[in-house]
């Protein structure tokens, strides 16, 4: 079993709809982080959060310590927003563990 | 405009050829890292550097080396001794390990 499970593996959503992407870790964390990928490879930070939630227009992370389990949502989708989007935590080390990420498309 | 660059973006290399990846970052960061994507899993850590001079291996460092000669720099050889080297290679950055990582643009390698 992987560390860090999310899911969807894939999602299609058309235009306006809001969207949700759950992140589910096993091991004790530091802190967690979303990331998007676009489909040239670039990775972009979105968020990186230890607790509560953190917005950023129209992306929203949350994150439940308790439930390791966190949930990246974004409202009023548009086809901008297609990319795979990646959970990642780190433990108390240098390094992150990544999941296999979000694949999302946004149809017009 | 602060940044990480990876050249080449593609790259193609014969088989039992080494090859050097660049990465270069003008963001000030001490803590620099190499990663490797394969389809259908998540990113996979090669190396990390948290200072010059120093580096660590990460999960899959076997066939890899790396140098941190230079704050900015940290490259990446790919030796003949990788058995499946043909991926998506990502370089990223970080003020420390407490930070955020910004990543660079990647370098597909095939080699053949």
């Known amino acids: 079993k992987n560390e860090v499970e999310q899911s969807p593996q894939n999602l299609t959503a058309q235009e306006g709809e809001f969207i949700t992407i759950n992140c589910s870790y096993s091991?004790?964390?530091?802190?967690l982080h979303w990331l998007q990928q676009h489909p040239g490879g670039g990775i972009v930070s979105l968020f990186m959060?230890?607790?509560g939630k953190k917005k950023h227009g129209r992306l929203i992370a949350t994150i439940n310590i308790q439930e390791k389990h966190s949930s990246l949502h974004i409202t009023a989708s548009h086809p901008r927003d297609s990319a795979v989007y990646i959970c990642a935590v780190s433990e108390d080390t240098d390094k992150l563990i990544f999941g296999t990420g979000t694949r999302l498309q946004v149809f017009p | 405009d602060g940044g990480i660059t990876q050249s080449p973006k593609y790259l193609f290399r014969k088989e039992g050829q080494n090859v050097t990846l660049s990465c270069e970052q003008n963001?000030?960061?001490?803590?620099m890292y190499w990663y490797r994507q394969d389809p259908g899993q998540g990113l996979r850590l090669i190396y990390y550097?948290?200072?010059?001079?120093?580096?660590q291996k990460g999960d899959i460092a076997e066939g890899y080396s790396v140098s941190r000669e230079k704050k900015e720099s940290f490259p990446l050889t790919v030796t003949s001794a990788q058995k499946n080297p043909t991926a998506f290679y990502l370089c990223a950055s970080s003020r420390d390990r407490f930070y955020e990582q910004y990543f660079g643009p990647g370098t597909r390698l095939t080699v053949t």
């Open positions: 959060l230890s607790s």
């Open positions: 963001l000030n960061h001490d803590a």
């Open positions: 550097s948290q200072i010059v001079n120093d580096f």
């Open positions: 091991v004790g964390i530091s802190a």
